[in-house]
């Protein structure tokens, strides 16, 4: 409103005959004949539309203020391409545009010049600054060595206070908070080696911790040099261990039977015969225990020896052919090399059923005699 009242009489001198100016106000296509310019402000207007529909039909800016969007559409895909799980929206902030200009570039023919500058000035170090998650794999490594120098998960659990669940799921980003944190941590510790007394974990915890992180591949970081390679005296003298999350479903099932071939016939503990296959005692539970929300159980108890400080079990009293046919099966793997060890671990998991089932079946029975013998020694009229 403000402008329209600078030009009140289209008569005054100072009016901007023969412009787009004067057509906006009133000077209009009604009125060509009172426009003393000439071109008048309705030829002026009409020209300009016409070389903005030429303009519009070959795909070029229809304003001077408008270049191509196509150049300023591949620069922010290739900046966006090389920060991983980066977002328009953290190039928007970057850019200080809006964030539907950024979202709806690649329907845009045209852009505004500004807008345009402003996304190209953007570099790849900006949004990385602002991109909320990051690659697990360098908080992975971080959490593994501090493993490797004995300090255990539960107890990096409890400093950082948080979950790390995200150690199991490499592929999957993490916050950029949870990776500072890691790296605070790491640099905490350094190159110091957990003790019980600096670190409050038992002897036994400790030494789990490296066992579990070396069966994985990783070391302390004091273990590596300045250029990352290992040193050489790390790699003396140690047994050779397999990553058991990376092997093969047949390699599993061949571990499985070697496990409990070893902890049946031999009476080792869980900690000595899964140590050469990477894996927790837990993952052993896991199989052994019994209940139909666990396909892979086999209801294989043990019980420990009484006395024994060293931790070795025997087959518990009862389950005797249970353990027989868990061993028939494992012969079968390791002596056959036609054996389809994953085949053979699903019949023995059958099999195992079927004898719970006919176990069962023999107790009821037995409590059938039990219950009816009583009734019948019972004199009439006596409760039994």
């Known amino acids: 409103m ?3 009242t600078k030009y009140p009489d289209r008569t005054d001198p100072s009016f901007p005959h023969g412009t787009m100016v004067g057509y906006d106000y009133g000077c209009n ?3 060509r004949a009172e426009c003393p310019a000439t071109p008048t402000c309705a030829d002026v207007r009409r020209r300009k539309q016409k070389l903005a529909n030429v303009n ?3 795909g070029r800016p229809t304003s001077r203020d408008l270049i191509p969007a196509g150049p300023v559409l591949t620069h922010m895909r290739n900046v966006l391409a090389a920060v991983p799980y980066s977002s328009i929206t953290a190039y928007a902030k970057v850019a200080g545009v809006d964030r539907e200009v950024i979202s709806t570039l690649h329907t845009r023919d045209t852009i505004r010049r500004r807008v345009a500058e402003a996304i190209l000035a953007v570099t790849p170090d900006a949004v990385a600054a602002l991109t909320d998650e990051v690659p697990a794999q360098p908080a992975i490594d971080a959490v593994r060595k501090m493993q490797a120098a004995g300090w255990s998960l539960r107890w990096q659990m409890r400093k950082l206070r948080a979950d790390l669940s995200w150690l199991w799921h490499p592929d999957r980003p993490i ?9 605070a941590l790491a640099r905490t510790v ?3 080696a957990a003790t019980p007394e600096n670190s409050g974990l038992t002897k036994n915890a400790i030494r789990l911790a490296i066992a579990n992180a070396r069966a994985l591949g990783y070391y302390p970081a004091a273990a590596y040099d300045e250029d990352g390679t290992l040193h050489p005296e790390y790699l003396q003298d140690e047994e050779p261990t397999t990553d058991y999350r990376r092997m093969t479903p047949e390699a599993k099932a061949s571990a499985r039977f070697a496990i ?12 000595q015969a899964v140590k050469p296959y990477g894996i927790g005692v837990n993952a052993v539970d896991r199989w052994l225990q019994r209940g139909h929300r666990n396909p892979n159980a086999i209801g294989l108890r043990f019980q420990a020896l009484a006395g024994n400080q060293q931790g070795r079990i025997e087959v518990a009293p009862g389950y005797g052919g249970l353990a027989n046919i868990v061993l028939k099966y494992a012969t079968w793997v390791a002596t056959d090399s036609d054996t389809d ?11 195992a059923a079927a004898w719970h089932e006919q176990r069962a079946q023999k107790a009821a029975v037995r409590a059938q005699r039990s219950t009816t013998r009583t009734e019948s020694l019972t004199p009439k009229g006596v409760a039994a």
Do not use: F, H, N, Y
Not at 341 to 351: H, S
């Open 2 to 4: 403000a402008r329209k």
């Open 29 to 31: 296509a009604s009125r």
């Open 56 to 58: 519009r039909r070959l």
């Open 175 to 183: 916050r950029r908070a949870t990776l500072d944190a890691v790296t």
């Open 190 to 192: 350094g190159e110091r």
């Open 260 to 271: 409990l071939t070893e902890m049946i016939r031999s009476g080792t503990s869980r900690v």
């Open 341 to 351: 060890p994953v085949q053979a671990w699903t019949d023995m998991i059958a099999e």
